[in-house]
């Protein structure tokens, strides 16, 4: 994985001045020349991981939760819906975002407004959620307590949305970690997984067993990810890019950068 550290191979990110592509017979997939490089372009990674999520959550006409409605949780929503969900519930607290969200027509929750989050969840779907897919990870909302112990490398960052997947799921329901986590937890809420028989899966998503089928669907016309994209700028502009999209300035929910601009 490019970027990702020694941890997964050391290569040097996709965005570095120089890219050294490993397995080069098996890793690049030809694109038809039919298809514009912005329909394409997101299967690098948030197109495969959102599919991946919904894929390997076992949904069928169930109750999905997804939180957060950023560019990976936007995509879980649409596949969950492409897949045949009953219900979508979208949380997030960035009010642009929710009204991205509803253009999909799904409910959407804002987690600020609540007390318990995961509590108003279960009351509202009758016992909890079928499916809970966690595309926050570690940049969630963190507690004083968390902000303390990311900083002195105790916890690897947020558990906030874990928190709230622990609650708003039912008994014998699935929970999905596509969001990136650190290394260690501080009161992970495992007790609470164990005792009602909650399935986890989580993972790093093995992104070329899903690009062909999804390249396919961008082909036909039955998936378009495009509608996600708020901000083209040139690649002389890439610091101010990451500045918009990480301060979410300008309602910012992805950014592409184009050389030819």
């Not at 975002?97 to 509202?124: P, S």
């Not at 070329?208 to 999804?214: E, G, K, L, P």
Request: with cysteine; charged share 25%; proline share 3%.
């Amino acid at each position: 994985m490019f970027g990702y550290s020694n941890t997964y191979g050391g290569y040097d990110g996709g965005q570095a001045e120089y890219l050294r592509v490993p397995y080069s017979n098996v890793g690049p997939t030809i694109v038809p020349e039919e298809l514009s490089d912005e329909q394409v372009l997101f299967l690098t990674d948030i197109l495969p991981t959102s599919y991946w999520g919904i894929d390997i959550s076992g949904m069928k006409d169930d109750t999905v939760v997804i939180l957060g409605c950023g560019p990976v949780g936007l995509l879980s929503i649409k596949w969950a819906a492409f897949m045949g969900a009953k219900r979508i519930i979208a949380v997030d607290n960035v009010d642009y975002r929710l009204k991205h969200a509803r253009l999909y027509g799904v409910e959407t929750i804002n987690f600020e407004e609540y007390d318990n989050t995961g509590e108003h969840i279960k009351e509202i779907t009758h016992g909890g959620a079928d499916v809970v897919i966690d595309c926050v990870g570690m940049d969630g909302k963190k507690s004083t307590i968390e902000k303390v112990e990311t900083v002195l490398k105790l916890q690897g960052g947020s558990k906030s949305a874990i928190e709230i997947a622990s609650q708003s799921v039912r008994k014998g329901g699935t929970v999905v970690l596509v969001g990136v986590y650190g290394s260690k937890y501080n009161m992970f809420p495992l007790g609470d997984f164990f005792s009602r028989n909650i399935t986890l899966k989580m993972g790093q998503c093995p992104a070329h067993a899903y690009v062909d089928r999804i390249m396919n669907l961008i082909k036909s016309d039955k998936f378009d990810a495009t509608d996600i994209i708020t901000h083209r700028l040139p690649l002389s502009k890439g610091k101010q890019a990451y500045e918009i999209f990480d301060k979410k300035i300008d309602n910012c929910i992805k950014v592409i950068l184009k050389p030819g601009l």
